[in-house]
């Protein structure tokens, strides 16, 4: 053999186990999904357009594992961070998450989940079993945010695109709890710093983050499907509502979701007025799940340990009076299940303002009665005002009390050193934690406690639908909290901008449906 056929065959056999080295290593990081993809996959570029959204609540952190702030929920959960169930606006579980179906054992205890194919992080690797897994055993091992969720999953398993989890008692809620945090699917190969950035399978990504002021989304270039929204999305916080409606006016923002509606908004009906006169501009209030109420410390030291006593001071609250001092957009709420929830009913009808019951209720009661209003200090003065202005009707005095709010957790929560408590319940699916004797309240009878364990035995939708109903009316009735009322966000956008949010504008928004004709 000559020097130049042994030269091409050595060169031949060495760029021979270059390729194979690369087919071998390009596999292996395909299977590890630590190769990152082009960018260029399913076409996600979105309409090449930018919206600039005013938002209610600023963000200090985008770590979803400890920040609980609902306006992170808003910006992050689904469009940033992909959960393994999706949510529709009836507060449903649905498929447009990264499981694409699932089917459950006639006993409720497996749940075995497929996976769409072809998703993918924002760093490029592919989002597979091994990232649900992860994920979820992640969320239960370090008790992360909502992570008591899935108290009831035992196991999860899984390899390529299927996933199976089993329960050590059926849960119809499991799915539903699968759309929250508790449900996010991490990049288990990433390392990044979750309260500056993020590294989600959604359909946006974050690209610029200033803490306590705004956010800036764009179209997460490796998702696995095309999406028709906005390309990038800037979220501004507006806790001044009548500067978000400036704004607005101003054209310096094309959308509000949703305006700003705490009891702490300055001058909110001034601004909501400002807002239905805008030209060219669309406005809707929208339904939540975001409760207000007062509770009552039922300890059995407490005169609240008295099931009259308490139903007269819920006859002594004036709702709709309440709302209207506040200016907040809202409807009143006498009973604890919010309107998207199962078991929700409108006992607006049976339990209100009525002075001639409560007079009656304490018609036995001769003694004293001298009651503390504590609430957290943030949400300023009107609410506790208003309510213990109407809460003397029938004599006796209310005083309010601000407490610190880094203070609220341990004096008032925990250590229960109170007598009325003004509360925010701005979740979901939180009546069998209301109905429990260690909620703030501390109430136990023997009714709801039969009603509560009747609800956590509940095996299917109907049987917890059923038993929601139930509970919720032993809780009405009872009454250990005087539910205040329900807020309705309110949301608006220029003409040419569709698909707002018709509900949980303030926590669960699905920002790829927003498009501009």
């Known amino acids: 053999m000559s020097q130049k056929s042994s030269l091409r065959s050595g060169l031949i056999f060495f760029a021979t186990l270059i390729v194979l080295a690369l087919i071998v290593t390009g596999g292996w990081a395909i299977v590890n999904h630590k190769v990152e993809l082009p960018a260029v996959l399913g076409g996600a570029e979105g309409n090449g357009q930018t919206l600039t959204v005013a938002t209610a609540q600023p963000i200090s952190s985008l770590d979803m594992t400890s920040n609980t702030s609902s306006a992170l929920d808003q910006a992050l959960l689904h469009n ?3 959960t393994l169930v999706g949510r529709d606006e009836k507060n449903q579980p649905v498929p447009t998450g990264l499981a694409k179906n699932w089917s459950i054992s006639p006993d409720g205890l497996t749940y075995t989940f497929k996976l769409y194919s072809g998703m993918n992080f924002s760093n490029g690797h592919t989002a597979n079993a091994d990232d649900v897994v992860a994920s979820l055993k992640q969320t239960l091992e370090k008790q992360t945010a909502d992570s008591t969720r899935l108290q009831r999953v035992t196991s999860v398993n899984g390899n390529n695109l299927t996933v199976k ?22 990049d288990s190969q990433a390392t990044y710093d979750a309260a500056k950035t993020a590294v989600g399978s959604g359909q946006y990504q974050v690209e610029a983050f200033e803490a306590g002021k705004s956010l800036t989304l764009t179209v997460n270039p490796h998702y696995g499907k095309k999406i028709k929204g906005f390309s990038t999305i800037k979220l501004v916080a507006y806790p001044d509502a009548n500067a978000a409606v400036d704004a607005l006016e101003a054209k310096k923002v094309d959308a509000i979701l949703p305006l700003a509606n705490s009891p702490a908004t ?12 805008l030209k060219d501009v669309t406005v809707a209030t929208t339904a939540s799940t975001h409760r207000w109420a007062i509770a009552l410390n039922t300890s059995a030291d ?18 709709s009076e309440l709302i209207s ?9 006498s009973a604890p299940v919010p309107s998207l929830d199962p078991g929700y009913q409108d006992l607006t009808g049976t339990y209100h303002v009525d002075i001639a019951q409560a007079r009656q209720y304490l018609s036995f009661y001769g003694y004293a009665r001298n009651f503390t209003l504590s609430y957290p200090q943030s949400i300023g003065d009107a ?6 202005s109407q809460l003397v009707a029938v004599g006796g005095t209310v005083t309010p009390q601000a407490v610190p709010d880094n203070q609220w957790q341990s004096q008032i929560v925990e250590g229960k050193q109170f007598d009325m408590a003004i509360i925010d319940l701005s979740s979901s699916h939180d009546l069998l934690n209301i109905a429990s004797p260690d909620y703030i309240t ?3 009878s023997p009714d709801t406690n039969t009603a509560l364990d009747n609800a956590r035995k509940a095996a ?9 109903t139930a509970l919720g009316n032993q809780i009405a009735d009872a009454s250990p909290i005087i539910w205040a009322y329900e807020e309705q966000p309110i949301v608006a956008e220029r003409a040419g901008i569709t698909g707002m949010p018709k509900a949980l504008a303030d926590s669960y928004v699905q920002l790829e449906n927003i498009v501009k004709e």
């Open 80 to 82: 940033v961070y992909d």
């Open 165 to 186: 989890i089993t329960l050590s008692q059926a849960d119809p809620n499991l799915l539903w709890a699968l759309s929250t945090r508790a449900g996010i699917i991490y």
């Open 266 to 277: 300055a001058n909110v009906a001034t601004a909501r007025q400002k807002l239905s006169e």
């Open 302 to 319: 407490s005169l609240f340990s008295d099931t009259h006593i308490r139903q007269a001071y819920r006859a002594m609250l004036n709702q």
């Open 325 to 333: 001092a506040l200016g907040v957009s809202a409807v009143a709420l």
């Open 383 to 388: 609410f506790a005002q208003t309510v213990a």
């Open 442 to 444: 501390q109430y136990t």
């Open 460 to 468: 299917n939708d109907n049987e917890y639908k059923a038993a929601m």
